[in-house]
């Protein structure tokens, strides 16, 4: 017998439900972000290792024992891209945009990061994220917060969704906080995980981002970042807050939000959520301006977010992302394209209209009702001659008379 295969750990095949909810979630989350102004961008799954090795930080997670990167038989040093900010950027360099700011994109698509899986952790996961380049303006922050939150609440998630905000600060403040934190766990050196040790030399702000059970009692007793802001630094996140609160956006200052990569500065968020267990980051991003620079661009300050699909498909209801399937039953050959041309003018992104090719009338409902249609539409001759047309709900049993020619009557029908 031949050998079977499974997926790779932290890998799996999407199909179902789970792909039918994935779908959906990125089809709803291009309509709004198009909505707001921003442009398709998709940049290859192999990218050089060099994007991500200095602009996420040697000492990230990410780089430092996270990535999938090999050498191909060519000898060239590649990975399959962890994240989705660092390849934008160095597309928005290779593709000559560096112009035509400020330019606003969404992409969607697999990551790969080698973590541990569980629930709501996976090996290869997928992201959508929206980035503006371009533009140093808070108000672009404040935008793509509200864009993110129209697009978790159009999911029907807005009840379980968290917004927290911090400020990394500029340059000079990070500059004098790195040295503030350097000195503090210099003195409290003998608590912390040796990879703690390791980034108090090269990078200290990254010890407030470690998970490890030792760090936290210095974590928590650390000097904060805020102590160390410059005053155009407080200035522009003062209109961050500012611009969130003109909307009513509910939010949590978290000064203890720093995030795992490295080139964020100024404004940093994560929508988190308490349904999700210790993954609980469903959304998050931040401000990047210097990340195009370090691509070989020009200063281009630049703000964005990913949120994880697989993350945001466990949190919505099974009814948020549901497609109603509708089986087209003629009962007679003469009816089957007038049927069909019904049916396709009442399908849509949330009404599947499905065909079925043979059987008498009640094999074919029975046959509709065990793949699991919601509803038949049902046409004989006499109702096509009366411009008429049947609905039956196959859960119930419930059956109904319609016109067949007020196609948004029978469209509101299937979908309340
Ligand atoms: P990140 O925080 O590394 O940021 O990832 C963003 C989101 O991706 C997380 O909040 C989470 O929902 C999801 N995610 C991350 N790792 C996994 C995993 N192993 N399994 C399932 N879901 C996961 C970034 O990637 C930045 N590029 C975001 C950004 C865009 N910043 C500016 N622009």
């Known amino acids: 017998m031949s050998q079977t295969h499974r997926p790779v750990k932290g890998t799996r095949d999407l199909f179902g439900t789970e792909a039918t909810g994935f779908l959906r979630i990125v089809n709803s989350a291009s309509k709004m972000a198009s909505s707001f102004g921003f442009q398709y961008l998709e940049t290859p799954i192999l990218e050089s290792a060099a994007v991500f090795l200095r602009s996420l930080g040697d000492t990230s997670d990410i780089v430092s024992k996270e990535m999938y990167r090999f050498t191909d038989t060519g000898g060239d040093d590649l990975v399959l891209r962890p994240e989705g900010t660092a390849p934008i950027a ?87 906080y790195r040295e503030t934190l350097r000195s503090y766990f210099e003195a409290r050196k003998s608590e912390l995980s040796s990879d703690s040790v390791l980034r108090l030399e090269k990078n200290p702000l990254r010890i407030l981002d470690s998970k490890a059970p030792e760090d936290q009692k210095p974590i928590s007793e650390a000097p904060k970042l805020a102590q160390s802001l410059t005053e155009p630094a407080t200035e522009f996140f003062g209109k961050v807050t500012k611009g969130l609160s003109a909307l009513n956006i509910p939010f949590i200052i978290d000064d203890r939000l720093v995030r795992g990569l490295d080139y964020y500065n100024h404004t940093v968020f994560e929508f988190t959520t308490d349904h999700l267990g210790s993954q609980n980051a469903v959304l998050a991003g931040g401000r990047y301006d210097g990340l195009v620079e370090e691509m070989g661009g020009p200063k281009t300050p630049s703000v964005g977010w990913a949120f994880g699909i697989d993350r945001v498909h466990l949190l919505c209801e099974d009814s948020a992302l549901k497609l109603t399937r509708v089986a087209l039953i003629p009962a007679s050959e003469q009816c089957y394209w007038p049927l069909y041309q019904l049916g396709r003018e009442i399908s849509d992104t949330e009404l599947s209209v499905e065909s079925t090719y043979s059987g008498a009338l009640g094999k074919r409902l029975s046959k509709a009702a065990k793949t699991g249609a919601d509803f038949a539409l049902i046409m004989g001759e006499q109702e096509m001659n009366q411009g008429k047309v049947i609905a039956k709900n196959l859960k119930s049993g419930e059956q109904t008379e319609l016109s067949s020619t007020d196609t948004s009557g029978l469209k509101a029908y299937f979908k309340k």
């Open 90 to 176: 160095r597309a928005f360099v290779s593709l000559g945009l560096t112009h035509s700011t400020p330019l606003k994109v969404f992409y969607s698509g697999p990551m790969f990061r080698r973590e541990r899986p569980q629930k709501g952790r996976y090996r290869q996961f997928y992201q959508f994220g929206v980035e503006v380049m371009g533009t140093d303006s808070p108000n672009a922050d404040v935008e793509i917060i509200d864009l993110g939150l129209r697009i978790l609440r159009e999911l029907g998630l807005a009840n379980k969704i968290q917004v927290r905000i911090n400020t990394l600060g500029d340059q000079a403040s990070r500059a004098v």
